[in-house]
């Protein structure tokens, strides 16, 4: 089956600590991207990769980075610099051409104490 | 600056009866417009989507009206089922940008 897994689930992590989240697709994707989803706020982007080796900054990229070193995959690390870095984190990829609807992983809710 | 709005927090429906859900926008840019479903500690799904040249666009019981000069679309599901009760996203893109912009969601539920 096709899709879009991010992992783990569920991520538990002290303040001041950098956290990695997992997103990997097997859709052949070319586009993918990171969401983060807070009650009330709907989702905001906060970065998004074209293509291999590139990828740009969303609306709330701050204290966040990321890798795109292969297709299939694109990490999240969440630094110790993101301010309020509890949240669901959402993982999307598309056929980057114009009018194609994102598909969602199953999202990673971090908890950081 | 919220450029996709959903203003309707929540809404209620009876199963059987239709459900509108609305949408604005204020970027004109914005050319392909999308719904997407939502459950709790899931992914959301896409439902359906419509681009800027038509004004309709309509799959089984779900349909979306887009209105360009009022910069407004709405998504009509119907008849309403106690397995739609989610939250609904309004998601907007421009050109080939290809990122999404998403309104803050309405939680539908259907009751019985």
């Known amino acids: 089956d096709g899709g879009i897994t991010q992992s783990p689930k569920y991520l538990f992590r002290k303040e001041g600590q950098n956290v990695t989240l997992s997103c990997e697709q097997n859709?052949?994707?070319?586009?993918m991207y990171w969401y983060r989803q807070d009650p009330g706020q709907g989702l905001r982007l906060i970065y998004y990769?074209?293509?291999?080796?590139?990828?740009q900054k969303g609306d709330i990229a701050e204290g966040y980075s990321v890798s795109r070193e292969k297709k299939e995959s694109f990490p999240l690390t969440v630094t110790s610099a993101q301010k309020n870095p509890t949240a669901f984190y959402l993982c999307?990829?598309?056929?980057?051409?114009?009018?194609?609807?994102?598909?969602f992983g199953n999202g990673t809710r971090l908890t950081v104490t | 600056d919220q450029q996709v709005k959903q203003n309707s927090p929540s809404l209620s429906v009876q199963e059987g009866r239709i459900s509108i859900l609305n949408c604005d926008y204020t970027?004109?840019?914005?050319?392909?417009f999308l719904w997407y479903k939502k459950y709790p500690a899931e992914g959301p799904t896409f439902l359906i989507s419509?681009?800027?040249?038509?004004d309709k666009n309509e799959d089984g019981r779900f349909t979306v009206f887009l209105n360009k000069s009022a910069k407004h679309l709405s998504l009509h599901i119907v008849p309403s089922q106690p397995g739609d009760s989610a939250v609904y996203f309004c998601?907007?893109?421009?050109?080939?940008?290809?990122?999404?912009?998403f309104g803050t969601g309405t939680r539908l539920q259907v009751t019985l």
């Open positions: 859709l052949n994707h070319d586009a």
């Open positions: 999307a990829s598309s056929r980057d051409r114009q009018n194609s609807p994102l598909h």
């Open positions: 990769s074209q293509i291999v080796n590139d990828f």
């Open positions: 998601a907007a893109m421009a050109g080939t940008a290809s990122k999404l912009t």
């Open positions: 970027n004109s840019m914005f050319d392909y």
């Open positions: 419509i681009s800027s040249i038509k």
